[in-house]
């Protein structure tokens, strides 16, 4: 029996599976893939020991009533998958990771099944992610307990209504790219103020991850520890002054609510 079964091994679909072996949530050898590039399921399979079914319905014939069904298609391709899947067990949990794919649509197509939409972030690739789930209403407890143990052994996973899922990937979804954003900005001012360009890249990532996992473990909230290091008149109240005068927190609203606007319009 499959006990995890995944549509789809690109990027998140690899996270996942690779996070939840590395958890020692499921072992590779039952975890089953399916994606229409052979030479890629085979290699995980060499490297990794995931198993891969050669159709939908060898995959689709191994789940039973404990397995769990995780879409990790790109959306343009959610139609096509739906379409060539014939019958799936009633209890088999459905789970999916697409963008601005509503639960609707799988309602659709599965009206009996338990179904959790779910949107992780990258980080989840090195067990840091942020998912947010937001269960159908015929989800029991149970399965929703099934989908929060899964992500949250890839970081955080917390429980959202559905309606709060487009705000939710203009926020955590998006954000690493913020984030990463924000690493360029600080490295290249550096290096326009005469740091050397890969000691300003350096330092730069450095302070943000060490920021970001001293927020993540200290008791203090972010607002709290940046007041810590913000004496009067010095260096970093002359920053922070800087980046208020220039709309900073406005600039990041517009970015917030710009990404939100566009996974409801992609939905
Ligand atoms: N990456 C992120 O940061 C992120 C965050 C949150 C949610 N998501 C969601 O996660 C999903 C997967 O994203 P990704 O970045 O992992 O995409 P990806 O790397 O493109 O992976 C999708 C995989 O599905 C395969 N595929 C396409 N059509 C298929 C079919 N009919 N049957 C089986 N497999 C098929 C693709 O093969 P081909 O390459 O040959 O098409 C590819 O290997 C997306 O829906 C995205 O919205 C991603």
Request: aromatic content about 6%; proline content about 3%; hydrophobic content about 45%.
């Amino acid at each position: 029996m499959v006990k995890l079964a995944i549509i789809g091994a690109g990027a998140m679909g690899q996270a996942i599976a690779k996070g939840l072996v590395e958890a020692k949530l499921y072992k590779a050898g039952e975890i089953k893939f399916f994606d229409l590039r052979h030479d890629l399921l085979e290699g995980l399979e060499r490297q990794f020991g995931f198993g891969f079914a050669e159709s939908f319905d060898e995959l689709i014939s191994e789940l039973k009533s404990e397995s769990i069904l995780v879409f990790a298609v790109k959306p343009q391709n959610i139609d096509q998958v739906l379409s060539d899947i014939k019958a799936l067990d009633s209890s088999v949990l459905i789970i999916s990771i697409l963008a601005g794919t509503k639960i609707a649509k799988f309602v659709e197509r599965f009206p009996e099944n338990p179904i959790i939409r779910v949107m992780p972030n990258t980080p989840a690739q090195i067990g840091c992610g942020a998912s947010a789930l937001a269960p159908n209403s015929i989800c029991k407890s149970k399965d929703l307990e099934r989908a929060q143990e899964i992500f949250s052994a890839l970081g955080l996973a917390t429980i959202v209504e559905e309606e709060d899922l487009d705000l939710v990937t203009a926020l955590s979804g998006s954000g690493p790219a913020y984030v990463f954003y924000l690493v360029e900005a600080m490295a290249e001012a550096a290096s326009k103020l005469g740091l050397e360009r890969s000691k300003a890249e350096a330092l730069a990532l450095q302070t943000v991850f060490g920021a970001g996992t001293l927020a993540a473990q200290s008791e203090r909230s972010p607002s709290e520890l940046r007041a810590q290091v913000t004496s009067p008149n010095g260096t970093t109240a002359a920053a922070i002054e800087s980046l208020e005068k220039n709309g900073f927190k406005e600039t990041l609203f517009r970015a917030v609510s710009a990404a939100k606007q566009r996974s409801q319009e992609l939905s």
